[in-house]
């Protein structure tokens, strides 16, 4: 299947496109991290990391789905050419925000109009993508196209962890790291160009930009519809909005434990910012795993069955690898919820581009990328209150199996993700 769809040149240029734009986000989210993690000139606390992720990323959620009534009239090519130009030139201002040494408000409304504008790019690779395959491999797209975009993310943060080893210490090395992003998000511009204005939709005739914003709410409200009158959309963005809890209070629990409690194992698996990478290498091979055998296991037993499996692994595995709190089994961790999460999101993406009419697919995937940022902040502003300073919690541990067999356990309930019969 992966065959076939890379035989189609419009799927490979979508997908050449996501790379660019995803590598870059790496490396500018690891210019971030280390900025404000683990640079020795800029301590935080938990309370700092989850208010600096909510700045980020809850007035940019916020947007979506005003960016989704846009994507489903401007032409989505269009829309990720300049969308990445932006991006490219507002990292710039953050490198030199960074070099300058400004911090607070000044710094997360900069990294808030990067991540705002990402908004337009993540939605529009989405939107787009049913109109370079066809329905019956739409799985097998987004197993590849998600994982692929996944990993390059990661990718790219190990790429600028490597280069910031090369660099000076301190605000200056991790500006240059910010500024890298510029490139990635510039190719990726470069090559969404290579399409025509309106291959990747949306399919209806008028695309003129809603000005009014009584106009924007009142598309607002009718993607809201149209979801709500698809109970496979719903159940499935409720099912990711637990799988997000769970992975936010996973995120802040390993970023305590790499910062304060673990010890290094030998030469193989250190602490700090290259554990991190480390965990998150271990994730992106979780990802690819995930691409792998996802789309012949939903052959075979269907969407449903699959992630309802996928869950409960979630969360056994998530309880036996996390409670020994030791480098080699947090990796594994990592790895297990790599393998999670992209399982899962696979199997939910391709439920809603089934579902979702085109005319509505641009805002009911920026909603989805909205319940996708806020409940991991939500989660992240819970641990910040009640995770201890070396991240070593039990309780929170026993909290994410909970969660996740719940979900699994409400998903075997319901049956399948079957579209229902008026949406097809």
């Avoid at 395959?133 to 962890?161: F, K, M, Q």
């Avoid at 970023?255 to 250190?270: C, K, M, Q």
């Avoid at 995937?365 to 641990?383: K, P």
């Amino acid at each position: 299947m992966a065959r076939r769809l890379l035989r189609r040149p419009d799927f490979r240029r979508l997908l050449l496109t996501r790379l660019a734009s995803q590598f870059g986000d790496g490396m500018f989210q690891a210019a971030l991290a280390g900025t404000v993690l683990f640079n020795p000139q800029r301590a935080a606390d938990p309370v700092d990391v989850a208010a600096g992720f909510a700045v980020l990323l809850v007035p940019y959620s916020l947007l979506g789905p005003f960016v989704g009534v846009w994507l489903d009239r401007w032409s989505r090519r269009q829309v990720l050419l300049v969308a990445n130009a932006v991006r490219a030139l507002l990292v710039a201002g953050v490198a030199a925000l960074v070099v300058a040494g400004v911090g607070g408000p000044a710094f997360y409304l900069a990294g808030l109009a990067v991540f705002s504008v990402n908004r337009f790019v993540l939605s529009a690779l989405s939107a787009g993508l049913p109109h370079t395959c066809d329905r019956p491999s739409l799985v097998s797209a987004n197993a590849l196209s998600t994982t692929a975009g996944a990993v390059s993310t990661v990718l790219g943060g190990g790429v600028a962890i490597g280069v910031q080893s090369l660099l000076a210490r301190g605000d200056s090395g991790y500006a240059v790291l910010a500024l890298c992003a510029a490139g990635p998000y510039l190719l990726g511009s470069a090559i969404v160009a290579g399409f025509a204005r309106d291959h990747l939709g949306p399919d209806h005739t008028s695309r003129a930009a809603t000005t009014s914003a009584r106009d924007v709410l009142h598309g607002m409200l009718a993607g809201a519809r149209h979801v709500l009158d698809s109970r496979p959309a719903t159940w499935v963005l409720t099912l990711m909005a637990v799988h997000r809890i769970c992975f936010g209070v996973l995120t802040l629990l390993t970023l305590l434990l790499y910062r304060t409690t673990l010890e290094p194992v030998g030469l193989f698996f250190p602490v700090g910012l290259p554990g991190i990478a480390q965990v998150l290498g271990a994730g992106a091979v979780g990802t690819l795993l995930a691409a792998v055998l996802t789309p012949p296991a939903v052959r075979r037993w269907g969407k449903g069955r699959w992630t309802t499996g996928v869950l409960l692994l979630g969360g056994a595995g998530q309880l036996g690898l996390g409670l020994p709190f030791l480098a080699p089994t947090i990796v594994a961790a990592g790895f297990l919820l790599g393998f999670v999460a992209q399982a899962v999101k696979i199997c939910v993406d391709s439920t809603l581009q089934e579902v979702v009419h085109d005319d509505f697919r641009g805002r009911v995937f920026s909603v989805y990328d909205a319940v996708f940022n806020v409940t991991f902040v939500l989660a992240l502003v819970l641990g910040a209150l009640t995770l201890p300073a070396s991240g070593a919690s039990v309780p929170a541990l026993v909290l994410v199996g909970v969660l996740y067999v719940a979900a699994a356990a409400g998903n075997a309930a319901r049956g399948t993700f079957a579209p229902s019969p008026a949406l097809r």
